[in-house]
């Protein structure tokens, strides 16, 4: 790796198991982004936060990750600002959030909550460029996200090429999630709304 690339997991409590922080370069190599996640995924990598997106989705699932759930920023209760940060940089209209688990090593899919699988370019804020594939040189169409995703996936041989911010950062439950009236502020019905990762899970 480049050092420009890496990632954080969490080992103890809440946080155990926890896939944060995975970032991939644009300068990086990407035949050799696989490797990183392996090795996270060695060393305990269980759960993690990406963002909806069928590149993102088919990465972690070449690693045994499923989706376990699908929000929108809405259902956020004070997301941390890395989260939201560069979508707001885009008027706001950004991408859902999958949570995914490692569930088993089965063939790599993406599935039904992860959407527009046939049309990438559609989605707003993403620019499309020409490349060729850093595996078999055939030529793929390049999908950039600014700042979230830039990818390809080749036709021809199937090597799936990713940068950006594969997993968000770190969500810990509040430490005082009463209110001043000692209410838990629980504002959603359950399943409707999250104030952490762990949520994400349940
Ligand atoms: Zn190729």
């Not at 989705?57 to 560069?86: C, I, K, Y």
């Not at 209410?183 to 359950?190: C, E, F, I, S, Y």
């Amino acid at each position: 790796m480049s050092g420009l690339s890496g990632f954080a997991l969490g080992v103890e409590g809440e946080r155990a198991g926890w896939l944060y922080d995975v970032f991939v370069s644009q300068r990086e190599d990407p035949k050799s982004v696989p490797g990183m996640l392996a090795l996270a995924v060695e060393q305990g990598a269980r759960q993690l936060v990406t963002y909806e997106h069928p590149f993102f989705e088919l990465f972690f699932s070449h690693f045994g990750f499923r989706t376990r759930t699908r929000v929108s920023m809405a259902q956020l209760r004070n997301p941390p600002r890395e989260w939201t940060a560069d979508i707001e940089t885009q008027g706001g209209r950004g991408p859902d959030y999958l949570c995914m688990v490692k569930t088993s090593d089965g063939p790599a899919t993406v599935s039904a909550l992860a959407s527009d699988t046939g049309n990438f370019a559609a989605r707003p804020g993403m620019s499309i460029s020409d490349a060729s594939c850093v595996h078999c040189s055939a030529p793929v169409p390049r999908l950039r996200w600014p700042r979230i995703l830039d990818a390809y996936q080749c036709q021809r041989c199937g090597f799936l090429a990713i940068a950006g911010e594969l997993a968000v950062a770190q969500w810990s439950r509040p430490k005082n999630s009463m209110d001043s009236d000692g209410n838990d502020r629980d504002l959603g019905a359950p399943g409707t709304s999250f104030a952490c990762g762990s949520d994400l899970l349940r």
